[in-house]
C-alpha cells in the first residue's frame, strides 16, 4: 500500500449521502474507521443505552460494507490520536475525512487536538457538513434559506468502487466486554429501547410518511398517542443511521402524493426537521451554552441540587402523576415525545428551582436520542435561562387532564395508581381516606404526596423571573443574544418586544 484514505465515522453510521466517504473512495484506497473512545463513554453525559443503539447500528454498517467492497468496518478501542498514529506508523494516511460534528465540550476538545495532530503531521483533513449546521456562522440572517439549500441538494450515492485497505479491526466481541466493563458501574435497564440500525432507520421512516403521520400535528402532545403517530428518527438522527437530506427529500416525494388532508401534517414535519439543525446550530455557535446561562441574569440562582427534591423528580416519584408516568416511561423506553419532555425539564428547574444543568444531564443519560446541541438548547429554554423564549411554566395536574385525560397513560406506568378511579387519577392527593383504602392506594404510602404545592412553586419561579428579567440592562441583553441565536421567521415587529414576549417561533 502506499498510503490510505482514512474516512472517520462518527455520528453519521450509514454509506448513503455520505460525503466524506464518496469522496475519500473516489481518491483511492479508503480505511473506514470507528474508534470507541473509553473517555467519551466515561463522561456524565453518556449512558449504556446510547452504546446499545450505536452498537446495533455499527453492526449493520459493517455488514454494508462487506457487500460493498468484501471488508468491513475498522474498529479500534482508544484514543483517537493514538490510534491514528498507528495506523499511520503501519501505512501513510493521505488523508482524514470525516464530517463536521456539534457534540459536547468533550468531543469539541477532542476535535481540536486532531486538527493540530493532523496539521502537524501535514496530513490533509477534511470535514463536510452533515446537516443544516453552518459552521463559523457570523450571522443568523438567511440562516433559513441555507438549510432548505442543504436539504435540497441532491442525494449521494454510496460509492460505487470502494476498495478498503486490508487492515484488521479489534475483535468485535473484545471491544463489546470493554465497554461492558467501563459501564458496570452504571447499571442502566432500558427494557423497550428504540434499536438502532439503517434498516430500521428507513422501515421508520417509510411508515411514518405513509401511514403514522396522518395524525401527526393533532397527536404529537399527548404521550397517549405521541409514540405511535410520531416518526420516531430522532435516535437515528442524532447517530447518522439516515440523513437530515435524506428524510427532507422522501418528505418532498410524499408531498406529491399525499391527501390534501395531510398537508398540515407533513408541513409540521418538516418545521420540525429544521428546528433539529436550528438548535444544533446554537451549541455550534456557542458551545459554552452547555454549561453557563445563555442569559447571566438567573446565573447567581440555582445552583444548588435539593437531593430529596432532584431524587424525587429523577426516579418519578414527586407525586404527580403524569410527571412520574413520563419519567417511568423514559426510563424504561429511553423516549418521551417533546411536550413531555418539556414538561419535565420545567417541572425541574421552575417548581422544584432545580440547576438546569444538573436537570439536563439526568435527562442526557436517559434519551437514547441524545444530541447535545439539541438537548443542551432546550434544557436553558424549558428553565428560562436563555432571555429570548417565553416562559412556559407548565401546570403538571391540567397538563395530565388534557393529554390524559382517562388516566390511561398514567395507569400504564404507575401501577400504584392503576385502580384509582377516574375523578381522582389525576389529583390522588384529594382522595378521602375511604376511597385510598376501598383502591388499596393509600397517598403517602404506596404513592407519594406531591413533593411541592405546584401552584405556590410557580408563582415563586415566576416572580424570580420578572426580578431577573425586568431591569433594562437584562432586557439589552435578551436582545443581544436574540441576534445571536434567534430565528428570523419572526423578527418583524411593530414595537419592541419585552424579555417575556420574545420567542423563537412565535
Known sequence: MHGIHVVWFKRDLRLSDHQPLAEAAAMGMVLPLYVVEPEALR???AAPRHWHFVWQ???ELDQALKERSGSGLVLRVGDIIPVLEAIHRQTAILGLWSHQETGNAWSYARDRSVGI?????????????????????????????????????????????????????DSWPQVQEQVQALFITRPDACAKAQAGGRREAMRLLENFLQQRAANYARGMSSPLSAASVCSRLSPHLAYGTISVREVFHALKNREVTAAKGWACNLRAFEARLAWQSHFIQKLESEP??????????????????????FSAWSQGQTGFPLVDACMRMLHTTGWINFRMRAMLAAFACYHLWQPWQAAGLHLARLFIDYEPGIHWSQMQMQSGSTGINA???????????????????????????????????????????????VYQCRIGVDYPLPIVDHEKAARVARQRLRQAYGDPQARAQSREILGRHGS??????????????LSLFE
Open 57 to 59: 447500528s455499527l453492526g
Open 391 to 437: 416562559f412556559r411554566i407548565y401546570n403538571p395536574v391540567k397538563q395530565s387532564y388534557e393529554q390524559d385525560p382517562s388516566g390511561q397513560f398514567i395507569r400504564r406506568w404507575i401501577p400504584e395508581l392503576a385502580q384509582v378511579p377516574h375523578d381522582w387519577i389525576h389529583e390522588p392527593w384529594r382522595m378521602p381516606e375511604m376511597i385510598q383504602q
Open 488 to 501: 428570523r421567521k419572526s423578527r418583524a415587529r411593530r414595537s419592541p418586544p419585552s424579555s417575556q414576549q
Open 117 to 169: 495532530w493532523t496539521k502537524k503531521q501535514g496530513i490533509p483533513w477534511r470535514e463536510y457538513q452533515q446537516n443544516g449546521v453552518i459552521r463559523g456562522l457570523k450571522s443568523r440572517n438567511g440562516w433559513s434559506t441555507a438549510w432548505k439549500k442543504f436539504t435540497s441538494a441532491a442525494l449521494i450515492s454510496p460509492p460505487a468502487n470502494l476498495t478498503v485497505a486490508p487492515l484488521s479491526s
Open 288 to 309: 459554552e451554552l452547555e454549561f453557563r446561562n445563555l442569559h447571566p441574569a438567573l446565573a447567581d440562582q440555582r445552583q444548588h441540587i435539593d437531593p430529596i427534591l
Open 43 to 45: 463522561q456524565a453525559d
